[in-house]
């Protein structure tokens, strides 16, 4: 049905940037809302920001909010999370998804990438 591939994860000092990259293939993204979740280990998995299908709404957990941006480029079926000021609090597995509204939960997607690795160090 739909496949989502992360990529752009990797190692990074504190305060530097990542680009985070989400393609999907077998579907586009036509009407459908897209986030952004991670899991530290140990940890739950945690909303980590959202975006409507037009692009014109966006959400941000607290943790992350002024630092993060994220956005979509639907006729590239991609989807993007620019990380800025990156702290070692951030490491984790960040994961995309998609589903039919836009949501801080994650049983609301039904579509996930396999996820890429941030780590962020001292």
């Known amino acids: 049905q739909v496949q989502l591939q992360e990529s752009g994860g990797g190692l990074v000092q504190a305060g530097g940037s990542l680009r985070l990259s989400c393609a999907a293939s077998?579907?586009?993204?036509?009407?459908?809302?897209m986030g952004w979740f991670r899991q530290a280990p140990g940890a739950e998995r945690e909303f980590v920001a959202c975006?409507?299908?037009?692009?014109?709404?966006?959400y941000y957990a607290d943790s992350v909010k002024g630092r993060f941006t994220i956005s979509r480029d639907n006729a590239k079926n991609t989807v993007y999370l620019q990380m800025n000021s990156l702290k070692p609090e951030d490491t984790a597995v960040y994961y995309c998804?998609?589903?039919?509204?836009?949501?801080?939960?994650?049983?609301?997607?039904?579509?996930w990438g396999q996820g890429t690795q941030v780590t962020v160090s001292s």
């Open positions: 998804a998609v589903g039919p509204i836009t949501s801080y939960y994650s049983d609301d997607y039904n579509y």
């Open positions: 077998g579907r586009t993204f036509s009407s459908y809302a």
């Open positions: 975006i409507t299908w037009s692009g014109d709404i966006t």
